[in-house]
């Protein structure tokens, strides 16, 4: 082969290559209210698929390198109604437009008492972990189809839980090699403080937003240990409370 056809030939590989590149399966879209404006900082997650994506200031997300096929898109950001959305990825990037309607509670979140409304800037916050980090999440609307009556029949299929029967109430303990002891008992943190002692069984269902389960030190997150002293070799349970209304 010549010098000439050999520069040709590589120039067309490249060409090939950009070409295939550009034809990765992904995602993009815009996000608008019912008004047609774009909405900023929206979090647009693929749970199945543990992606996050946040919209820029034109209401524009992007995902990458999506498996092809169907995949559920979940939109969240406060002052509007939570979305799902069910889409098809192709071999070529696709756009989508979604719309959110306002929600009628955070519209007038100015009223809302100081303690509700860190509670839904907490919610958030646990659907952010959920689509992005380590450990297992029950949401709200996972809850609901449980139909539990206590706490703990919520985790009943979940892996790596057993549980202890203790006067007339059930305990929630994690199988996991790093725990050697079996009384060893979760630490449980309610609404972002910690509640040493307690089970699960004394939360009361319906007012459960959203749990957030951690099976030892390594997979939770600084948040709910603070300090090394305060990881829990027995793995951590978080619980979100319901806001009235939201």
């Known amino acids: 082969m010549s010098a000439v056809s050999r520069m040709k030939y590589l120039a067309l590989v490249v060409a090939l290559d950009a070409s295939q590149a550009s034809a990765q399966p992904g995602l993009r879209g815009t996000v608008v209210d019912t008004a047609g404006e774009a909405i900023a900082e929206v979090d647009v997650g693929i749970v199945s698929l543990r992606r996050l994506a946040k919209t820029d200031e034109h209401g524009r997300f992007t995902f990458t390198d999506l498996p092809t096929g169907a995949v559920e898109l979940s939109l969240r950001r406060l002052g509007y109604q939570p979305t799902k959305v069910t889409l098809v990825v192709g071999q070529l990037t696709d756009t989508v437009?979604?719309?959110?309607?306002?929600?009628?509670t955070t519209l007038a979140a100015i009223e809302l008492e100081?303690?509700?409304?860190?509670?839904?800037?907490?919610?958030?916050?646990?659907?952010?972990?959920?689509?992005?980090?380590?450990?297992?999440?029950?949401?709200?609307?996972?809850?609901?189809?449980?139909?539990?009556?206590?706490?703990?029949?919520?985790?009943?299929?979940?892996?790596?839980?057993?549980?202890v029967s203790m006067q007339g109430r059930t305990g929630v303990r994690f199988v996991s090699a790093a725990i050697q002891r079996r009384d060893c008992i979760p630490m449980i943190w309610i609404d972002g403080q910690r509640a040493p002692g307690m089970e699960i069984d004394e939360v009361v269902v319906t007012n459960i937003e959203g749990i957030e389960l951690y099976n030892g030190p390594s997979t939770t997150p600084m948040r709910f240990s603070q300090s090394q002293s305060l990881r829990s070799s027995c793995g951590t349970i978080v619980i979100w409370s319901r806001v009235p209304g939201y």
């Open 97 to 104: 437009r979604v719309v959110l309607q306002h929600h009628p």
């Open 114 to 163: 100081e303690r509700a409304m860190r509670q839904m800037l907490w919610i958030e916050d646990f659907h952010r972990r959920r689509m992005s980090g380590m450990g297992t999440y029950l949401s709200r609307e996972e809850i609901e189809n449980r139909r539990a009556s206590r706490a703990s029949d919520l985790l009943r299929n979940l892996p790596g839980i057993r549980f």
